[in-house]
């Protein structure tokens, strides 16, 4: 079993800055391929970014590349987020998820565990 712990999530105005923590248990977070998705009010939840077990490779949606930066730190079991820039259509609950085979990959069916979610809203 593995929980997964968001923090860092508020309100913010656009064009403004945020980070992102996701805090995983377990002894192999290193092997985790990691994730974060969102969900904006009455919307599907999207992917957002990804990080593979080795943290050299990363995945972005088109709609935060160049602005959004996934990173890990396996010695803190922590994956987080930097979100720059940031506009109104970014306000949505993001959600951390681990995937234990480590690939790091853009679909929702390959997490195994997600976190409880953690609030972002962009004023405008």
């Known amino acids: 079993q593995v929980q997964l712990v968001e923090s860092g999530g508020g309100l913010v105005q656009a064009g403004g800055s945020l980070r992102l923590s996701c805090v995983a248990s377990?002894?192999?977070?290193?092997?985790?391929?990691m994730a974060w998705f969102r969900q904006a009010p009455g919307k599907e939840r999207e992917f957002a970014a990804a990080?593979?077990?080795?943290?050299?490779?990363?995945y972005y949606a088109d709609s935060v590349k160049g602005r959004f930066t996934i990173s890990r730190d396996d010695a803190k079991n922590t994956v987080y987020l930097q979100m720059n820039s940031l506009k109104p259509e970014d306000t949505a609950v993001y959600y951390c998820?681990?995937?234990?085979w480590g690939t790091g990959a853009t679909a929702q069916y390959e997490y195994d565990y997600w976190g409880q979610g953690t609030q972002i809203t962009v004023s405008s």
């Open positions: 990080i593979r077990w080795s943290g050299g490779i990363t």
């Open positions: 377990g002894r192999t977070f290193s092997h985790y391929g």
């Open positions: 998820a681990a995937d234990l």
